[in-house]
C-alpha cells in the first residue's frame, strides 16, 4: 500500500481508469495519482509546450482575473511578488504589475531562476501549478518558505468534490497533473504551515502566512 506523499499517512485505493490508478489519503484528503504513473521531465515539458499561455488573450486574462483582483484586493502598489510556475507566456506577473506590483517568474522548466526561490516576497501567485506537485510535502515546504508573515499565497486548482464525480472528471485526464485537493486538504495544508484559507471562488483560494 501507498504512503500518502503529503503527509505520510497509508493511502487507500481511490479510482482507477485506463491510464492509471488513484490513491486517497484519510488523513489530509489528497487524491494522487500512482507516482508509477509520473512522466519524466522531458514528457511534462511536451505537455506544457502544448499550452497557449498568451499575455494578449482577453479571455485568458479574463481567467486569471479570478485570482488577480481578489488578490489585488489585499495588496498595496509597489509590493514584491513571485509567480511561482509561471509557464511559457507569463501574464498574470504581468497584470500584476500593471496594477503596480514589482514581479519575479519562476518556473522550473521556462525560468528556472533558481536565485528567486532565496528570498521572501509580500505575495506568491501560484496558478494551475499545485497539481503538479509531484512531491508535494517537498513542493509546499518549498513554496511556503517563500512567505514572511503577513504575505499572501494566491492559488488556483480545481478541487475534488466526491469519489463518484472523480471518476469521470476532465481535469484528472492532463497526464501531468498528479496530486488533487479537497477543501479539507487545504485546511490541513493551513494547520501544517501556518496559513489561514479563505475559498474565494470554485477554484481559487487566497492563504495567508500567520
Known amino acids: 500500500m501507498l504512503c500518502c506523499p503529503l503527509c505520510t499517512h497509508r493511502a487507500e485505493r481511490y479510482v482507477e481508469d485506463r491510464r492509471r490508478a488513484y490513491f486517497h489519503c484519510?488523513?489530509?484528503?489528497?487524491?494522487?495519482?500512482?507516482?508509477?504513473?509520473?512522466?519524466?521531465?522531458?514528457?511534462?515539458?511536451e505537455e506544457y509546450d502544448r499550452h497557449e499561455n498568451d499575455p494578449a488573450d482577453c479571455r485568458y486574462r479574463r481567467f486569471l482575473n479570478r485570482l488577480a483582483a481578489p488578490l489585488?484586493?489585499?495588496?498595496?502598489?509597489?509590493?514584491?511578488?513571485?509567480?511561482?510556475?509561471?509557464?511559457?507566456?507569463?501574464?498574470?506577473?504581468?497584470?500584476?504589475?500593471?496594477?503596480?506590483?514589482?514581479?519575479?517568474?519562476?518556473?522550473?522548466?521556462?525560468?528556472?531562476?533558481?536565485?528567486?526561490?532565496?528570498?521572501?516576497?509580500?505575495?506568491?501567485?501560484?496558478?494551475?501549478?499545485?497539481?503538479?506537485?509531484?512531491?508535494?510535502?517537498?513542493?509546499?515546504?518549498?513554496?511556503?518558505?517563500?512567505?514572511?508573515?503577513?504575505?499572501w499565497l494566491g492559488i488556483m486548482t480545481k478541487l475534488v468534490i466526491s469519489r463518484e464525480r472523480f471518476a469521470d472528471w476532465h481535469y484528472k485526464a492532463d497526464p501531468t497533473h498528479v496530486v488533487f485537493y479537497s477543501p479539507a486538504t487545504f485546511t490541513w495544508l493551513g494547520m501544517q504551515f501556518g496559513l489561514t484559507v479563505e475559498r474565494v471562488d470554485r477554484d481559487v483560494l487566497i492563504l495567508q502566512k500567520t
Open 26 to 45: 484519510p488523513c489530509c484528503d489528497l487524491v494522487f495519482a500512482d507516482p508509477a504513473s509520473h512522466l519524466e521531465a522531458a514528457g511534462q515539458k
Open 72 to 151: 489585488l484586493d489585499r495588496l498595496s502598489p509597489g509590493m514584491q511578488g513571485l509567480d511561482y510556475g509561471c509557464g511559457p507566456g507569463p501574464t498574470l506577473s504581468l497584470m500584476l504589475e500593471e496594477a503596480g506590483m514589482s514581479m519575479t517568474d519562476f518556473d522550473p522548466f521556462y525560468r528556472p531562476n533558481t536565485d528567486a526561490l532565496n528570498r521572501q516576497y509580500d505575495f506568491v501567485t501560484c496558478t494551475e501549478v499545485v497539481e503538479h506537485f509531484s512531491r508535494p510535502a517537498h513542493d509546499w515546504g518549498q513554496l511556503t518558505a517563500l512567505l514572511r508573515p503577513g504575505s
